[in-house]
């Protein structure tokens, strides 16, 4: 991965444990909850139940499964891990513990580092960590750091799942994770497709294609059923302690706005049940886009969805025989897997482009160019990559 110095994999077999009295003092730090960390289960058997029938409902994880749970030391994820061990038997899957430390926060990543490390111990379970310079890899690739952040952790879980021979990766994103989704997307403004927000479940290696693995990995959303006071709810029934990312605080980040300003005051003075109906917007919007990706593939040359080789292009009255929205998802869809993302306008231009079916090219951005060609009276449409 670029820019990342890989600290090392770090395996907890089932005998070794950290030394109760230094893991359970560190594990009681930064927690509302007190020192009661592991001891004495008073679960929460709502919240349990409602995870669970969550994952069957949705066919999340399946028995034998080997699963590997993404573990940032935050209330989310510490909770999802918890819940996914006591439901490790009647689930029937096999639970890991994966962190990576972005080294963004100084003392307190390297605190959240010794949280996980000292809880996968305290629950006996295998864990791999990892570290690396996020801040760089956003310099050198000239990403945002969330967006760094989000690259290195894909190739974190491609890493880790090849490791320890996983099936899927389990991230802690909740019900309020995706009402602020939906709610981001469309003061940014979107589609369908970006309604859908945060998706239940996806593979792995099609979202990170710089993968060689051969099998599938899915990464699942398990707990989005669940709000964020149900979570903490949860971990206070078990008197589970978690770290306090201070970050999440500033209101440097546009997130953190929208959660502790805009979303409540909407709810305030507009809709008390705003959340809900953002929530359900993704439903209905991952639904419609699913079906509407089906009718895409389905009339597309099988080269050209693989994304591998675009071959000849795709016949200009393939898309001017469909209707406005059709046209739009087969024009995204083939940029998309040509590697190229554009904005409306630049779509636009592109479909005015294909409409007039003139024999000539396109400029994009990125390099990209759009090209017409006729042969043997049929007109065709390519994307063409930048010039290296």
Known sequence: ???????????????????????????????????????????????????????RKH????????????????????????????????????????????????AESDADELFVRQLASQLKLEAVIEGGDVSALAAQLHLSLEAAGRRARYAFFQRAASALRLNSVATAHTRDDQAETVLLRLLRGTGTSGLAGVHRSFDLYHDAPSSQATSPVRVVRPLLGISRQQVEEYLRSLGQSFQQDTSNQSPEFLRNRVRATLLPALEKDYNPQLRQALCETAEIAAAENAFFEQL???????????????????????????????????????????GLALDFAHLEELREFVLASRATRLSLPSGFAAEIRKAAGVARLRLLPPEV
């Open 59 to 106: 066919h999340l994880l399946r028995a034998g499964e080997r699963v590997g749970v993404a573990v940032s030391g935050g209330a989310d994820s510490v909770a999802l891990l918890r819940a996914l061990v006591e439901l490790a038997p009647t689930l029937g899957i096999v639970p890991f513990v994966l962190h990576l430390n972005h080294r963004l926060r100084g």
């Open 296 to 338: 895409v593939a389905s009339l597309l040359d099988p080269e050209v969805d693989s994304g591998l080789d675009c071959g000849d292009g795709i016949e200009l009255r393939v898309i001017q025989n469909q209707p406005l929205a059709m046209q739009r998802r087969l024009l995204r869809h083939l940029c998309k897997v040509s």
């Open 1 to 55: 991965m670029e820019c990342l110095g890989v600290v090392g994999i770090v395996l907890f077999s089932e005998s070794r444990q950290a030394a109760p009295d230094s893991s359970s003092a560190h594990l009681a730090r930064k927690s509302p909850f007190g020192r009661e960390a592991l001891a004495a289960p008073r679960y929460d058997g709502a919240v349990q139940k409602a995870l669970e029938n969550y994952v």
